[in-house]
């Protein structure tokens, strides 16, 4: 189990008042996670003892740069276990990665007749770009919907799945119902009907041991800046086949192997898809936050999550007029809980909550298509990570049936 005190000694930003005299409680980790200081160090380090570019100076600094900078992509290769550091892409964000994906693959893959299928659960990040590249291709774009309970309905798949469809791209965990779906069967299923299946690992990847290899998809995304990593980098990993067969997607300095002034021919895995100079300090800092998490233990940050969320649950549970979005069981969800609060909007209980020093989120969390389907505008998310407390949870609670006095509810 972790000790939660000796983690949050890690992060310098938990001693920061939210106002004067107002302790934080930063309950808004799906969003974006608050950071270490073991990262912040390994990005100051560069800046202040060998930054350079990488990949082109033969000199001292930017040898140490490209050597600290390729370490941080082996990191992130076997923290996902990746066969290979060649199939681990640096990109800006999970957004980016999709977006490579549906622009680079689909646009030499997908025609008129065929389909691209999604779920009603995804964030806009594995929806626009697909809905792009449809409109570009002429191929249509199908979902999967999930059920009262906010899990994928599994017969409208089975369904769904047929051999129109050339990939089959979801979210391991929901950002909105914590749902945590069944990848592993999810890919066996799209690669049964002869589809590629890619996953969003946004909301998995900073939450739980994963790995590629044991999933078999053929691609998956997610963001740095929700595993205690920096802004401004992120990963898409892809099987070689597949990479090595798609077309390059942005062109320049770095993806070429030679340039005539009329023709170039590109560079191998992985630079082929890295164009331009790449953000050193947060590739290392990503890689800081790989060694951070693995001194950790996946399987403790799991187990402290799970925690967490069932006395979240328990406790919300008492709070009238709130109704939990997604599963009812912690087992089921990732470590966040969405909300509605009868009679109050969300702006109004996150605004509230916030004179408490309570951060969380609310509005749509880019997830407009699935609050729709539940019949909602908005909701209120208070998601956790491995410095959530238990007293953090009932300051939000005690916030709650505050903002509800407030309103006379
Ligand atoms: N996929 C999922 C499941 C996400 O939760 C997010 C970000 C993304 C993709 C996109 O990540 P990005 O780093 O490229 O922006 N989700 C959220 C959220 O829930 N609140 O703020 C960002």
Not at 73 to 90: M, T
Not at 347 to 352: E, K, T, Y
Request: aromatic share 6%; hydrophobic share 40%; proline share 4%.
């Amino acid at each position: 189990m972790l000790d939660v005190q000796k983690v949050r000694a890690d992060f310098p930003i938990l001693n920061v008042d939210a106002h004067p005299n107002v302790p934080l409680v930063y309950l808004d980790s799906a969003a974006s996670s608050q950071k270490p200081s073991q990262v912040i160090d390994a990005m100051n380090g560069y800046y202040q003892e060998y930054n350079a570019n990488v990949h082109r100076g033969i000199h001292r600094l930017s040898e140490e740069a490209t050597s600290v900078y390729e370490g941080a992509r082996v990191k992130v290769q076997k923290f996902i276990n990746a066969p290979s550091h060649e199939e681990v892409i640096l990109v800006r964000n999970a957004t980016e990665g999709f977006n490579l994906l549906a622009y680079s693959w689909g646009g030499a893959n997908l025609k008129p007749g065929d389909e691209v299928l999604i779920t009603a659960m995804e964030h806009h990040a594995n929806i626009v770009p697909w809905q792009i590249v449809c409109e570009q291709t002429g191929a249509t774009l199908k979902h999967v919907p999930f059920t009262d309970e906010g899990t994928l309905d599994m017969d409208a798949l089975d369904e769904l799945l047929t051999e129109k469809t050339k990939i089959f791209s979801f979210t391991a965990a929901s950002n909105v119902l914590g749902t945590i779906n069944p990848t592993k069967e999810l890919v066996a299923k799209a690669h049964a009907a002869g589809a590629l299946a890619a996953v969003d690992g946004a909301q998995a990847v900073p939450h739980a041991a994963v790995d590629v290899q044991d999933w078999n998809c053929d691609f998956m995304a997610f963001s740095s800046h929700k595993m205690c990593g920096p802004t401004g980098i992120g990963a898409l990993y892809g099987k070689a086949e597949h990479l090595n067969a798609m077309p390059p997607w942005m062109g320049g300095g770095d993806m070429i192997r030679r340039v005539t002034l009329e023709k170039s021919t590109y560079n191998d895995l992985p630079y082929k898809f890295e164009a331009g100079t790449p953000a050193i300090a947060e590739g290392i800092g990503l890689g800081a936050a790989v060694d951070y998490l693995n001194s950790l233990g996946m399987e403790n940050v799991h187990a402290h999550e799970q925690k967490i969320t069932s006395y979240a649950l328990e406790a919300l549970s008492e709070v009238e007029g709130l109704t939990v979005l997604g599963p009812k069981s912690a087992a089921e969800r990732g470590g966040l809980v969405a909300f509605t609060l009868k009679g109050l909007h969300p702006h109004d209980i996150a605004q509230l909550l916030d004179e408490d020093g309570v951060a969380v989120r609310a509005g749509h969390h880019c997830a407009m298509p699935m609050h729709k389907i539940m019949g909602i505008g908005s909701s209120t998310r208070a998601s956790f990570y491995v410095h959530t407390t238990t007293d953090e949870v009932d300051a939000l609670v005690t916030s709650l049936n505050r903002a509800r006095k407030v309103f006379r509810l």
